[in-house]
């Protein structure tokens, strides 16, 4: 089955950091661009960054927002995605999406994980 | 972070068309193809509409996209009680990030 399957989410306090991972299985994950994206508590979405594959360096995009204290990482080989998210504060408390890029779109998310929860509190 | 213009809400009643818009600028709908997502509540997005006006494999042709300048529209032409859920545009822009729009919560009368 083609899915994807992310982790790693729970209670952290602020200062704290956490690592989701995003397993994805049926499809050739070497090849794909990867995201994640968030959404607060009734809220819309956002991006928070890009990782691309290996003929790309595997290098990475980040949103200002999270620049400096999050890092996007994989292992093709593991079929998994991560992310490493330090400094946490109240205003990252969200769900976490991974998302796989469409082979051939500019930037068309074609697959998501179910989400994991983040929630950041004192 | 910036993000692409939609109107907060849209409505309409079974079998009309609907048009909701997503409004944006010269580095990123301008420049880039745009994207649509539905969100049906607590679920996640699911890609409708990429590069513009292409729909992916199994997205009913009820569901199209146009692009004119820096702007946007998502129509779905014979409205379902199903269709009833929250619409994203995206487009990725020239700075190297992605952006969303606000959102529309499209409710069926």
């Known amino acids: 089955e083609v899915q994807l399957v992310e982790s790693g989410g729970g209670l952290v306090q602020p200062g704290g950091s956490l690592r989701l991972s995003c397993a994805a299985s049926g499809f050739s994950f070497r090849d794909h661009y990867m995201d994640w994206i968030r959404q607060a508590p009734g809220k819309g979405l956002e991006w928070v960054g890009h990782i691309r594959n290996k003929a790309r360096s595997y290098s990475t995009e980040l949103a200002a927002s999270v620049k400096g204290r999050f890092t996007l990482s994989r292992d093709d080989s593991k079929n998994s995605l991560y992310l490493q998210m330090n400094g946490l504060r109240t205003e990252d408390t969200a769900v976490y999406y991974c998302a796989r890029l469409a082979m051939g779109t500019n930037w068309g998310l074609d697959l998501w994980g179910q989400g994991t929860t983040v929630t950041v509190s004192s | 972070q910036s993000l692409l213009t939609q109107p907060p809400s849209a409505s309409g009643t079974p079998g009309q068309k609907v048009t909701m818009s997503c409004s944006g600028t010269?580095?990123?709908?301008?420049?880039?193809?745009v994207s649509w997502y539905q969100q049906l509540p607590g679920t996640a997005p699911k890609l409708l509409i990429h590069?513009?006006?292409q729909r992916p494999s199994g997205v009913p042709d009820r569901f199209s996209g146009s692009k004119s300048g820096t702007s946007a529209s998502l129509a779905i032409s014979g409205l379902q009680s199903e269709d009833e859920a929250d619409y994203y545009c995206a487009a990725w822009d020239d700075s190297l990030n992605g952006l969303f729009g606000e959102g529309t919560k499209l409710t069926v009368l």
């Open positions: 010269t580095s990123n709908i301008g420049s880039n193809p």
């Open positions: 590069s513009n006006n």
